[in-house]
């Protein structure tokens, strides 16, 4: 059955040594499409370029929270240029990240709400990050209501989930919905409904089990499949086809 990765990385580091081989090979594995993400406006340069080359390969722009600190006076009006690419389906990654406070808060929440503006603009869905956020990165969302978009990587409670859906967006799981210790993730993925629920990698982080702690890649999307398929009570090939409906509605693929 195909499977479409909803956030990767591929132009990670990581991925230096044979990123080509995987690009050859990933088709064959059964990859319809994935979407790789912008970090800042060079990777997403970068990333638009990628899905210039590569017919099942989408890309993503925007700017990290972690990079927000070194967004340019004028940074959206680039992301806006990249934006008009018939490759370039979402303004992304974007969010709060009061983990690791790699850039200021309020600094974070500028550059955030900046493409938050942006996507009303552009009509163009966003991919969220929150982590240790929640509360303000919602007041955010809620403030700029009627964005479509995907909370990726999802790692927060049931309830935050359901205020996400009551938003409209999507919720994306990754490789962490597959390990052992996941008892608070896996019932959110067991409430999240069908047409609302997406799978990702978010490689090379976060590899599922039994690959954990190993490099993560676009192929083993099928893992964290696998597990919302038993979460679910359905099977495989049906949550591979709801995945890649989910994407492309979210996406307009």
Request: with cysteine.
């Amino acid at each position: 059955m195909a499977i479409f990765d909803t956030h990767a990385h591929l132009l990670d580091e990581a991925f230096d040594e044979d990123r080509e081989k995987l690009l050859t090979e990933l088709p064959q594995m059964g990859m319809a499409g994935m979407v790789e993400i912008g970090v800042d406006v060079d990777w997403s340069r970068k990333a638009a370029a990628l899905a210039a080359e590569h017919a099942f390969i989408y890309a993503s722009a925007g700017v990290h929270p972690h990079e927000a600190s070194g967004a340019k006076e004028g940074f959206t009006g680039e992301l806006r240029e990249l934006l008009l690419r018939p490759e370039v389906v979402a303004i992304g990654e974007i969010g709060l990240d009061y983990h690791y406070d790699y850039s200021p808060r309020e600094v974070q929440q500028s550059v955030f709400e900046a493409q938050l503006r942006l996507a009303k603009e552009t009509n163009k869905p966003v991919i969220i990050h929150m982590r240790k956020a929640y509360e303000d990165t919602m007041a955010l969302l809620k403030k700029y209501k009627g964005l479509r978009g995907v909370m990726h990587c999802y790692s927060g409670s049931l309830e935050t989930a359901k205020e996400a859906l009551k938003l409209g967006y999507f919720i994306s799981f990754s490789g962490s919905v597959t390990f052992k210790n996941a008892v608070n993730l896996q019932p959110v993925a067991e409430y999240v409904p069908l047409e609302r629920i997406l799978a990702e990698t978010d490689c090379p982080y976060l590899s599922p089990e039994p690959f954990r702690g190993r490099r993560n890649d676009p192929s083993r999307v099928r893992y964290v499949l696998e597990k919302l398929a038993d979460l679910k009570k359905i099977s495989y090939d049906d949550i591979c086809a709801i995945n890649i409906k989910n994407a492309r509605e979210l996406f307009g693929l």
